[in-house]
């Protein structure tokens, strides 16, 4: 059982903030992604909770305690680094059972919880041999297995994944979360790659630049982001943006993005006026969020196949909109010759948009 929570914690290297007054609350149970590109602080933020960095400022709480002074060793948590350090001396059962070694555990114990591990992750026929002569992915589950073994309160995980190969990694993700899942223990999790948050994670905490764009479950991130960061962050291929001006003409609201104009309902067009002065605002779109139509009718957008990429379940079509590329996404295979025309058509009630000024989401 363990809560963790972080209350406005700041550290600072010389003149870069590494982490910029983050806070947020990690439930008993529940696995929490920290989700952001290279160099937002999702590292130094795990260190901190545990307790291998001191933050300049704030507090780390566990099961409503305050831990900053206490050492790591004694915060009961595990964490499988980013650069994993395995013993090289020892062998692949060695590095597994040495955790358990200093628990009290019997013999028996702790072959059985060393094998039960390798055998999950896929390591039981390597326990013989050294770190050394395993490939990268190998040494990664076994650095993974080492800190499943002890079962401490929490799991602290730094990217545990990056080294293993595409196929590997979504075989690992859902082994990861069921087994998460089964042993109930409240994990905060690192990654840069938002489709493992979002396959994994009961919520997310999207980083940037130090701070915490954005707190919510995987749906919440991906239906009602918070700003334009968040919005291009989560989804693939990424979601597409334009600039528009809210225009009203002849009581009927419409988003002039230049090349092409979206009339939208009355009472989308009343909420960007009640929320933001200005007309300008940045509108989002998702490549998924498109109908591609025969021909032109109203909210239609004419455009020109720039490259169509098949993927077998999907089929991306960038398009030229002006001097533009878009991305729509459509089910299946679909074939277009380039530079042929075709029409778009948004789905309205899919539309995002953000105040031009700040990047905040208004609808
Ligand atoms: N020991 C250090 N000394 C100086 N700067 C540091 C140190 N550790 C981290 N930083 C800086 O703090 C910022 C956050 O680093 P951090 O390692 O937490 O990022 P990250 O989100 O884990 O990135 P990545 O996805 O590349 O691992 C970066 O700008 C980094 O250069
Ligand atoms: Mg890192």
Redesign the pocket.
């Known amino acids: 059982m363990a809560r963790v929570e972080l209350r406005n914690i700041v550290k600072r290297?010389g003149l870069?903030i590494?982490v910029d007054h983050v806070s947020f609350k990690v439930d008993d149970g529940e696995f929490f992604v920290l989700l952001?590109p290279?160099?937002?602080?999702?590292?130094?933020t795990l260190r901190i909770i545990a307790g291998l960095e001191d933050p300049d400022e704030g507090e780390v709480l566990i099961d409503d305690v305050v831990v900053n002074d206490i050492p790591p060793h004694k915060r009961d948590i595990a964490m499988v680094f980013?650069n994993y350090a395995l013993y090289p001396h020892m062998t692949v059962y060695k590095n597994l059972a040495y955790p358990l070694e200093n628990m009290g555990l019997s013999k028996q114990e702790i072959d059985r919880r060393v094998r039960e591990v390798a055998k999950m992750l896929y390591i039981d026929h390597l326990l013989d041999r050294k770190p050394g002569q395993l490939s990268g992915g190998e040494q990664q589950r076994v650095a993974l297995g080492r800190a499943l073994v002890r079962r401490p309160k929490v799991f602290l995980m730094d990217e545990p994944l990056s080294n293993l190969d595409a196929k590997l990694r979504v075989y690992m993700r859902a082994e990861l979360k069921r087994l998460q899942k089964e042993l109930g223990i409240t994990t905060i999790y690192?990654t840069?790659d938002q489709a493992e948050a979002m396959t994994m994670a009961d919520k997310i905490a999207v980083m940037n630049k130090g701070k915490i764009m954005q707190i919510g479950n995987p749906k919440e991130l991906y239906l009602k982001p918070a700003n334009t960061f968040v919005a291009g962050f989560i989804g693939s291929p990424p979601m597409n943006f334009f600039d528009a001006s809210l225009i009203v003409k002849n009581n009927q609201f419409i988003l002039d993005a230049g090349d092409f104009i979206l009339s939208i309902p009355r009472e989308m067009g009343e909420l960007i006026t009640s929320n933001t002065s200005i007309s300008e605002v940045i509108i989002g779109i998702r490549p998924e969020h498109f109908d591609i139509v025969d021909k032109p009718d109203e909210n239609t957008i004419k455009a020109e196949v720039y490259v169509v990429e098949p993927l077998g379940a999907e089929t991306i079509i960038d398009v030229k909109i002006g001097n533009r590329i878009f991305k729509v996404a459509t089910k299946g295979i679909v074939e277009y010759p380039i530079g042929q025309t075709i029409y778009i058509k948004p789905m309205i009630k899919y539309l995002h948009i953000f105040d031009k000024k700040t990047g905040n989401a208004i609808i």
């Open positions: 290297y870069t590494a952001g290279s160099g937002c602080g999702k590292t130094t980013q690192v840069h």
